[in-house]
């Protein structure tokens, strides 16, 4: 009997696992949070006894029967599970068990026949002047907050950036009493209208999505909020936190069009300009990339022997093309056949997320908005103008240089955040390979004692 471990209980993971098990694997999910389900299915905390939780859902019925899949006799679920490395040449994933920011977490190691990899995507956020700010949540804080705590990131909020999950985002704002005084989608209509138009015949097959949107049309019109396309936040504005922010008009490749510049009174902005993937693990081990994403081919399958990868780490696509990428790489790490019908639900899923990045681009001209003086690394607050005056130094040649030379990307989170915006702002795409994928107390890699399972 195979063993299958796959890393993330997201749509892509959950997926994976109920089809590795179909496929009469053993399984075993792991993944950082205290429930499953992702950002996506992020649930309330079972204290809040929610009595209705699937009203905050979408696809909640499948969402609940691949969860009970976790309790199946062959499927293991560890929680609070952190793969901080893997080990290519001995073929172990190494865990360490327990609460992020608490002691005694408890380090383990697998040896699996099959690795599927499904560790999602976190917000891409560009900078503006006055982004550090206090009240400048990412467009996934603020939407995890309100899913996940019922809590508003502020009393008056304006959402703004690129792409369809600002109208979730809205959504689960106005659900927890916030006011949104606007959404602002980035590119121009002419632009969106393109990308969805195009082939129009292909949108029968996701009637399901044309409903959801006309419920978020429907949601912000009953609140009165206004939809604004060609948008963006240019600016922050306050001292110990955001007071005001400033929008323009922007054009295609989203150069700012002057004369265009309006301020909104708020105590809170949200900003998501469409997500990256966070392929650390499968950097880790080996895989070739893409473009930022893991390669793989029909099967799922990555560069490497048996190492699988599914959901937004091969492309940003929503939570349909992760669970159908899932579905095909949990039943072919089993050693199962996908099948035809696997294989053309996840090809018209990755249609969709083609269209999708078709209609919600990321104009090549928002540097424009950036000061001399803009934060671009938050952690070490690198600046705009040190980041390209390091970039145009020809004693600093490459990105390793240039990271040693500016700070950025070395803080805290390790690039997470500015990783995207720094590499394309010093002309680099380069990634490097770290042994330690996850943060790690010294005491903890000291530690001599580890669980083999």
Known sequence: MKHVVIVGAGPAGLAAAEHALRAGARVTVLDQAEAPGGQYHRTLPEAYAARNPERLHHGWARFARRRRLLDHPRCAWWLQSTVWALDRAENQVHVLRGQADGSGRRRSSFEPDAL????????????????????????????????????AIGGRVLVAGAGPFLLPVAESLLGVGAEVVAVLEANPFATVRKGWSARPWELAAHAGKSAELARYAVTLARHRVPYRFGRVVIEARGAARVREVVTAGVRADWSIVPGTERTYEVDAVCVGHGFVPQPELAVAAGCDL?????????????????????????????????????????????????????IRERDRARAFAGRLAAAHPIGAAWRGWLAEDTIVCRCEETTYGELTRAAGDPAC?????????????????????????????????????????????????????????
């Open 116 to 151: 599927v990899l499904a560790t999602g995507a976190h917000d891409r956020t560009l900078p503006f002047p006055g982004w550090e700010l206090p009240g400048v949540y990412t467009a996934g804080a603020a939407q995890a907050l309100a899913k996940g705590e019922r809590v």
């Open 290 to 342: 893409d473009g930022g994403f893991v390669r793989v081919d029909d099967e799922q399958r990555t560069t490497v022997d048996d190492v699988f990868a599914a959901g937004e780490i091969t492309g940003i696509g929503g939570a349909v093309t992760a669970a159908a990428e899932g579905a095909v790489a949990g039943c072919v790490a089993a050693g199962g056949d996908p099948g035809r019908a696997l």
């Open 397 to 453: 040649p490459g990105s390793h240089a240039l990271k040693l030379g500016t700070r950025a990307g070395l803080g805290p989170c390790q690039g997470r955040m500015c990783g995207p915006t720094v590499s394309e702002l010093a002309g680099g795409t380069e990634r490097h390979h770290r042994p330690i994928a996850q943060p790690i107390r010294l005491g903890e890699l000291a530690e001599s004692k580890e669980t083999s399972t």
